[in-house]
């Protein structure tokens, strides 16, 4: 062969390696429905390869068929449209799939996830995470067993988001109705290597917009959250381990956002000059919890960046369990027996038009079992999203209105929901006057 044809030969083959080779945590996009393993389904024939993000868009339906496994370590895996894990084609039905490697599955608002293997069993590794966004959902035609190395799971043949399921580093299955960050090691709230599944909760992942997230920091593990760049996005923050939230000024929580601190674990602020938080927002102590501040640090509400509502100063520097703070939709600041606070007080007013009204309880610190001597109520309009409330944190419980309100319980803490008249008055907090709506996450509101 005459050797300018071998140097052209060769320069083909460089060129169509090129093309299918990626530097490390390259995106890739798919450009059309198809095969996993085509070179066609990816913009400019570009295959997904170790350490990809691979983004599947809307409308783009993606399906693995030609193998039972996934044998690639993908950073994470964005769908948007549609992946099938099996073959759409009757004739070359796979029975089972396995990830090789720890897999980060994320299903975006309108995606679907979708199980076609005959035997509906996958294979998945310690240190994985399936998330799947409100209005994305994941479908079977019969329910999916997930098996790890210690634990299996099955899931039902529709779920629809918001929904979780992590297998921790022991290959212990568990299953969230939210979208859930479990922290497995200690280290800096933004590196992705300390969460399960190798990615951190960045705005995208846990974005309000979305309903937000839970984050989980399990006993024996300490995150730190050095600076302000960013905020915390969730909307429940699960303490057992250590929590330090360190800045060189006010921490600021752009959003509504709740701590609790369960038996051993603690909140501790190391900020210089205390947490700035946005309305709707508390840290709840349980018993053995423990929440430490600087002596010259404050607390702070907000609505307007640029002005405070209320402040606080705390008199004690280590505050343990059974306590709470907890700012409401206006911004005042409750149960001051701990502190002394400065509130600006507000009032909201509602103007009921004539017709039909929704009419609920109102208290703080009510009686339960419930005594309606002498509480006030309140009357709004009917068919406009309200609901009737009650809350519980530890041992106080309210009693209120409002257009908001997601039904959860995590243990004993909840919020209950009803859409008929005084139907809050319930004695029990499990009572079947209360709508049973999905779990998701709890943001305790407070109206008066």
Sequence with gaps: MHINSICTVFFLLFVSTATQLLPNSSIVTANQSGDFNSLNTWTNNIRPQDNSTVIIPANITVYISDESYLNMNIQSLRIYGKLQIGSPNISSLTSSFRFSYSINIMIFDGGLLEDLTSNHTWFILPNSIISIYRNASFYSLQSTKIISNNSNQILNSTINGPYTLTVDLQGRIQNYLSITFVSYQSGEFTLNSVWIGGLSPTFDRCSPTSGGCILFIPAGIKLTRYNNQSTINAFDVHIS????????????????????????????????????????????????????????????????????????????????????????????????????????????????????????????????????????????????????????????????????CVQDNVRGNGLWCCQSNLCNHAKSMTSTSFLILPLTLIMILKLF
């Design 241 to 404: 381990g250590i929590f330090e939230i360190s800045s060189w000024d006010i921490y600021l929580f752009h959003y509504p956002i709740r701590f609790l601190i369960y038996n051993g674990g603690i909140f501790q602020d190391a900020s210089q000059n205390g947490l700035h938080f946005y309305i709707n927002s508390s840290i709840v102590v349980d018993t053995g919890g423990l929440f430490i501040t600087r002596p010259s640090n404050t607390i702070s509400s907000y609505i307007d960046r640029n002005v405070i509502i209320s402040s606080l100063k705390l008199y004690r520097t280590n505050i343990t369990g059974p306590y709470q703070i907890s700012i409401d939709r206006n911004g005042n600041i409750y149960n001051g027996s701990l502190f002394t606070s400065t509130t600006i007080a507000t009032t909201t007013k509602v103007t009921v038009p004539p017709g039909n009204t929704l009419t609920c309880y109102s208290c703080h610190d009510c009686d339960d079992p419930f005594n309606s001597n002498g509480v006030i109520t309140v009357s709004v309009p009917a068919n406009q999203g309200y609901y009737c409330r009650k809350s519980s944190i530890m041992t106080v419980v309210d009693r209120d209105v409002g257009q908001w």
